[in-house]
């Protein structure tokens, strides 16, 4: 239980960030195709008979920074890399564990996510890459803004914006591997969307909806941990099917309307 409450707050902090930066950026479907790949490295992993998290780690990374590569050289439709990126890493991941010797190891844990089985392992290795989500966000936070809010502006500015998208698309992978154990694949996205959704209802400051994103995240985190414990149901269904509820009627009683919207710098 300890272990899984502290997998609920690192995951937290991935989940306020990143999300922050898929929703400025209309990313979501793009995420779910990258953390879909995940599964390819994964079953890797299996085969290879290594950390499953390191390999998939690995592809999620290559995957993310190809979607951006040929996005940038060619003129394919982003749900087009998505159709075929996704069921890519899902194939792979099946043709890595049927070649696996021996009893097929059980992915349930991947792609539904199990946050009571988190290891002391996995949590250095969370920690490890929120230090580096924050790193990077701290010190490309301008960079960064001024790519998620205007990419044509901020090129016309001989910025460089490659850089930020790689960051961008890279930290997206980093956040897919910190939250497969504790949603898994399956979930993942709700985590990443509506911590982030639900703090754009009070502001559109970059920084301030990355910190409310945060906490959102991790009383979600541990609201649904505490429901899976007491109904003796899958950890990661209740995060989510809390969350969205949560969400719903924050928006039902607290509607965009009533407010002006703008932006901050």
């Excluded at 899984?4 to 707050?9: F, K, R, T």
Aim: net charge neutral.
């Amino acid at each position: 239980m300890q272990n899984a409450v502290m997998a609920a707050l690192l995951a937290s902090v991935a989940c306020g960030i990143i999300g922050t930066m898929i929703i400025e950026k209309q990313l979501v479907m793009m995420s779910g195709g990258i953390a879909h790949t995940a599964f390819g490295g994964i079953g890797l992993g299996y085969y290879l008979q290594v950390e499953p998290i390191f390999t998939a780690l690995g592809f999620s990374l290559i995957s993310a920074l190809a979607v951006a590569r040929i996005q940038r050289s060619s003129t394919v439709i982003s749900d087009v890399l998505i159709g075929m990126f996704w069921p890519l890493g899902m194939a792979l991941g099946i043709v890595f564990i049927s070649l696996t010797p021996g009893y097929p190891p059980s992915m349930s844990s991947y792609l539904f996510g199990d946050i009571l089985t988190v290891s002391r392992s996995d949590l250095w290795l969370m920690l490890v890459l929120d230090i580096l989500l924050l790193s990077v966000t701290v010190s490309f936070y301008h960079l960064l803004q001024a790519y998620l809010f205007d990419e044509e502006f901020s090129t016309a500015l001989g910025l460089p914006v490659i850089l930020a998208e790689s960051l961008v698309y890279a930290m997206i992978a980093i956040t897919v591997v910190v939250l497969i154990r504790v949603v898994g694949i399956i979930l993942i996205l709700a985590l990443l969307c509506v911590p982030t959704s639900l703090a754009r209802l009070f502001t559109y400051d970059l920084a301030a909806i990355m910190r409310l994103a945060t906490l959102l995240g991790a009383v979600f985190c541990l609201a649904g941990l505490a429901v899976s414990y007491q109904y003796n149901i899958a950890s990661g269904a209740a995060i989510v099917i809390l969350s969205v509820s949560v969400y719903m009627a924050v928006y039902l009683i607290y509607t965009p309307g009533k407010r002006t919207p703008h932006r901050s710098a």
